[in-house]
Every structure is written in C-alpha cells, then in structure tokens.
C-alpha cells in the first residue's frame, strides 16, 4: 500500500534522514547517531539502522518504526566504535519492510562498507539491469542497493575512487553517508537537491546530517553545508573535500524550506523559520481579505501563519490542536478509517473559531483531499468564513528527484483554476504564494522548482513515471 494513502494524504513526503559522526577515538558514536536520528525523524517514520565500524569492521542494527522502537539500550550497548552511519526512512511506494531498512551493508575487496541513502535514482532501473546482467544479486527492492553494489565493484581502485566512479554513472537526487575503511564518507548530488551538512563538536568529533537540528542534538556546531557535487572523506586526518562532478548547478529543493526541514534547522545557509514567516508575510501581501483570526496548520503551516498575521494586522491565534502521538503509519485497515484520520490527528479549538471569519494558512496543497477536510472541520466547529492560504506555489508537476507526489492528474492545480480549487475544497477564497515571493522569502537562492512550473534542473528522463512506481529510497 502506498503511504500516500495513510491519512497524511494531501503532502509530498521526502523520503529519508541520514546522519554520520567520526570520531579519532572509540567512544558512544552508537548513541550519537541514536540522537542525531531523533532529531531527523520528521524526515521518516517507517524504519531506522544504524551501522557502526569499529577498527573497520562493521555492525548494523535496524529496526522497523521510530527511533525510539527500533532500538534499546542494550542494543546501542552492542554497537561499540570510533565512527557511526545512521538512516530513518520513508518509502515512498510498496510495502515498509526491514529488508528495505537501511543503512545497507556488505563485504567487498577492501573488506565491509555500509551506505545510507536520501533521495531518488532516477536510471537506477536501467542499472540494476547491466548489474545483474553481469552477475550481481539484489536483496532489497530499492534504488540504493544499486549504490553499494557500483561501490563494491570498482572496489580495487581504492574507496575514494570507487565511490566517484559510482556516483558518477547515477543520475537524480542523493545524500549519501558511507562508511568503509574506517573513513567516514559524505556526498552530495551535483545539484545539491537533497541537503547534507558538517558540523563538530568540542572534542573535535566530525558529524554529517541531513539538517543542522540533528547537529544540534548532538551538541555540535554547523561548520557549513556540504556543496553540490561534492564527496567529503572524514578520518583521522581530518576532512578532505573532493569535488567529484565538474558541472554543477545549485539547485536544492525548495519543499525543504517549505515543508520538510525542521524550522529550526538551517539548510544551504537559510534559517527555515525566518524563511517560512518572510513567505507567510509576503502571501499576506498578494490577496487582502477582511477576517478575524489567523491560524496555520500544525506544524509546517504555523511559522508561515505568523508572518501572514504580522503582515496583515489579523490577530494570530491557535485554531488546530494536533495530536503528537500519531504517526504517519498509525491507520490503514480500511478506507473509512483512513479518511478519519485527519480528525483523530487535527482536532479544531472551537472557542477561538466560532463565529468568527477564519485566514487558514498551510505549507502547501497538493490534491486537496486534507484541505477540503480542514475546511469542513472548521466550519463545524461554527466558522462563518474560511479562506485558505498556501504557503507554496500551486503543485502542477510530479516529482522525480526523490518526493513522493501524486500523478500529474491527481494534482488539483494542474487541472483546475484557483477559482474551481477554492470551490472543490470548500473555501470562500483561496490564493498561492507566488513564484516570484517564494524566491524572495528564500533570499533570492536558487533552487529546484519543477513541481511548480515543471523547469527542472535538468530535463526528465523519458519513462520517469514508471521509475517512480519502483520503491525508493
């Protein structure tokens, strides 16, 4: 079943977390990772490992459902060494098993390396083929076992070498941790589509993450984000920067400030919160309306939310209560519970909604199937208006770089105007955060916007909509 199903059915989903620390000397790099996944693990809920290396030999440990379930102490106990690798995971297509869990592990020339992976090969398909064509075998149904296999192939030219050469045959969207060689390995896709950073600490422990609130977790300090096209080798040395593709092109993706970073991460030198607020003042700006309270959906819509109720001089107030012992795996026995699900997780504070002309902002709107239940809650709850804001663009293009989106024609902005949008979710009035002020609200960066209006950084690979119909990861 896909997760798109589960009751967060109107948001994209990223798929994966990944965090890695070195150390020079033998210490809890277990318990580390343990903590630096705990700060990821809004980027995925399905499963979460963690590979150790200990002198170069490696041990890993996942486990399926959070953090907190897949491991124990006694298990981070077992996992003794000087450097970690960790992964939380969210599958975007196919059922969630612990064959799937990374990180990935396996022996090779040089001896074992383990892998973990966020984001999505877009020719992975293509390549898995030539593999077994020559002999490889697959035990997981996902795109990063293609990875560790390319690595181990080309093994006998030394890690640093194998790596490159394996990172350079793969196209689409990748953050990846290695360990192997008792090295720690960071690198980042040549568009820089999915976010990685370095951070140390005190005792001068190297750490890579996802987002820079898992460095935080750690008591590390951001040192800088790791650039487009770039492999870093961490060991006892220090850091040693490679830049492995010649031609880059900036381009991260920009749900990440909308949408999947922490708001207290910083991500490609951008605070997420201040971004999100600049982007809910500058909504406020495009469509004035006349209402009584502001109230952003918990938890990404809230700083955009913020921003809207400064810039517009509505009175900011909580209007959703949401239910922080859900997670996104909590119900799918059948479709009449899925479609409560929404209910159960947000639940309308009737005393400051009643009666009063209600500005809804959220991070984005997607199919409109969440939105039109949000819509309908608040008015049960006796709101007299409901006008929604989103704090994206409208989505008008699938993805192929790693976020599970529906088929183009699922997505309501590519086949509706705003006008038939604001009618099928129910809304008085419905307005988009412009292209143009999404820009602004990021500082001007670029990014990857080809959800929106279909200019990604490089050109789709023809097919990619059956490769998306394979499991990612």
């Known amino acids: 079943m896909c997760p798109m199903d589960k009751f967060n059915i109107d948001k994209m989903e990223e798929e994966c977390g990944v ?248 991500v490609d030198g951008i605070n997420v919160y201040n971004a999100r607020v600049e982007g809910g003042k500058l909504l406020a700006k495009q469509m004035k309306v006349e209402a009584d309270i502001v109230i952003g959906v918990p938890d990404s819509g809230v700083p955009a939310a913020v921003g809207y109720a400064e810039a517009s001089g509505i009175p900011y107030g909580v209007g959703l209560i949401k239910n922080k012992y859900i997670g996104r795996t909590f119900i799918k026995p059948s479709q009449e519970l899925r479609e409560r699900a929404v209910q159960v997780k947000l639940n309308p504070l009737k005393s400051n909604i009643e009666g009063k002309r209600v500005v809804v902002v959220d991070d984005s709107l997607v199919r409109g199937t969440t939105s039109k239940k949000l819509i309908d809650m608040l008015r049960r709850a006796g709101a007299k208006e409901v006008h929604f804001r989103s704090a994206s663009p409208a989505v008008k293009h699938s993805c192929f770089f790693g976020i599970d989106t529906a088929a183009r024609s699922e997505l309501l902005a590519s086949r509706m105007s705003i006008e038939e949008m604001a009618e099928t979710i129910g809304a008085d009035t419905l307005d988009f955060l412009s292209l143009e002020n999404l820009y602004a609200s990021l500082g001007k960066r670029e990014c990857c916007v080809g959800c929106f209006n279909g200019a990604y950084p490089v050109q789709a690979p023809m097919g990619f909509q059956e490769e998306m119909s394979a499991e990612k990861c």
């Open 19 to 266: 965090f890695g620390v070195y150390s020079n000397e033998r210490k809890d790099v277990a318990g580390l990772a343990y903590y630096g996944l705990y700060a990821l693990q809004h980027r995925g809920q399905e499963s979460a490992g963690i590979s150790v290396s200990n002198a170069g030999k490696i041990k890993t440990h996942k486990g399926m459902g959070l953090v907190a379930d897949a491991f124990s102490t006694e298990t981070l106990a077992g996992l003794v060494g000087n450097a970690a690798i960790g992964h939380v995971r969210y599958s975007t297509q196919g059922a969630s098993q612990l064959a799937n869990a990374q990180p990935l592990e396996s022996s090779y020339k040089l001896g074992q390396i383990a892998v973990a992976h966020n984001g999505n090969l877009v020719n992975a398909g293509v390549i898995r083929d030539l593999l077994e064509d020559t002999g490889a075998t697959f035990s997981t149904t996902i795109d990063s076992e293609v990875i560790i296999k390319m690595i181990a192939r080309k093994a006998a030219n030394g890690v640093a070498e194998a790596v490159k050469s394996a990172v350079g045959a793969i196209q689409g969207s990748y953050a990846l941790v290695i360990l192997a060689n008792n090295e720690l390995i960071g690198v980042r896709d040549p568009l820089g589509i999915r976010p990685l950073c370095l951070g140390q600490n005190e005792a001068g422990d190297y750490f890579l993450a996802s987002e820079s609130c898992a460095l935080d977790s750690v008591g590390a300090t951001l040192i800088r984000d790791i650039e487009a096209g770039e492999m870093v080798i961490i060991n006892e040395e220090g850091v040693k920067s490679i830049k492995y593709a010649e031609k880059t092109q900036n381009a991260p993706c920009s749900f990440e400030q909308i949408y999947f970073a922490r708001p207290d991460s910083i």
